[in-house]
């Protein structure tokens, strides 16, 4: 099973629509950290948010918020009004304590934002 | 600061030949990381070090090594490259996790034919 499930892989929608991105976790943790990730077409990642798992607090930044439940494992990202600089490949990852001890990021496969002007 | 370099950008190698990756970083941070990124498979952490002197496998570690002799540099080898290894390889660093977030290098791509 996968510890990291986008199940959107594409998405396309029309400038200025909302759009929320899914992004649900497995981890037996009690201790663990969740983040977001993006990816424009230039290639490079960006680092978005992160989240630890006893601060079930949502985010907002700008247009851009975070809903962590982890009564359904999910930390979903939602962007406000969306604008063609907002296409990119989002990632979700998820960091806890590997059987080495070490932590490790494991990421989820990326959904791919496609903002039509 | 430049943060996360990576050389080179593009590589084309033919199959059976040898390569080295370099990262560097500016940050002092202690930990770094390389992953490969496939279409369609996220980014997959090859190997990691948790300081100077050390490494350690990550998920995907066949076919590679690295070497961390000095704290800013993390250095990606193939030994004898496969066309399965024909990928985007993304260097990243960071403090000691696990709140802290990795910062990543540009991506070199690689291509084995």
């Known amino acids: 099973a996968q510890k990291v499930t986008q199940a959107q892989t594409e998405i396309s929608v029309v400038e200025k629509e909302d759009v929320t991105l899914d992004c649900v976790y497995e981890t037996r943790d009690t201790t663990y950290y969740l983040f977001w990730y993006k990816q424009p077409p230039s290639g490079e990642l960006v680092f978005l948010i992160r989240?630890?798992?006893?601060?079930?607090q949502n985010e907002i930044s700008g247009r851009y918020s975070w809903n962590f439940q982890k009564s359904t494992s999910s930390f979903n990202f939602t962007i406000t009004a969306s604008q063609v600089v907002d296409s990119a490949v989002y990632f979700c990852a998820l960091r806890e304590r590997s059987g080495a001890g070490s932590y490790q990021l494991t990421f989820g496969k990326g959904t791919k934002l496609s903002v039509i002007p | 600061n430049a943060g996360v370099t990576q050389t080179p950008k593009f590589r084309v190698l033919k199959t059976g030949q040898s390569m080295t990756l370099l990262c560097a970083q500016d940050m002092n941070h202690e930990y770094m990381y390389w992953y490969r990124q496939d279409p369609g498979m996220g980014l997959r952490l090859i190997h990691y070090?948790?300081?100077?002197?050390?490494?350690a496998k990550g998920e995907v570690p066949d076919g590679y090594n690295v070497s961390r002799l000095k704290k800013q540099n993390f250095l990606l080898g193939l030994e004898s490259a496969a066309p399965s290894q024909t990928s985007v390889y993304f260097c990243?660093?960071?403090?000691?996790?696990?709140?802290?977030?990795?910062?990543f290098g540009p991506g070199t791509r690689l291509t084995v034919t």
């Open positions: 989240r630890n798992s006893f601060d079930e």
């Open positions: 990243a660093s960071s403090y000691s996790p696990p709140a802290s977030e990795q910062y």
């Open positions: 070090s948790v300081g100077e002197g050390t490494t």
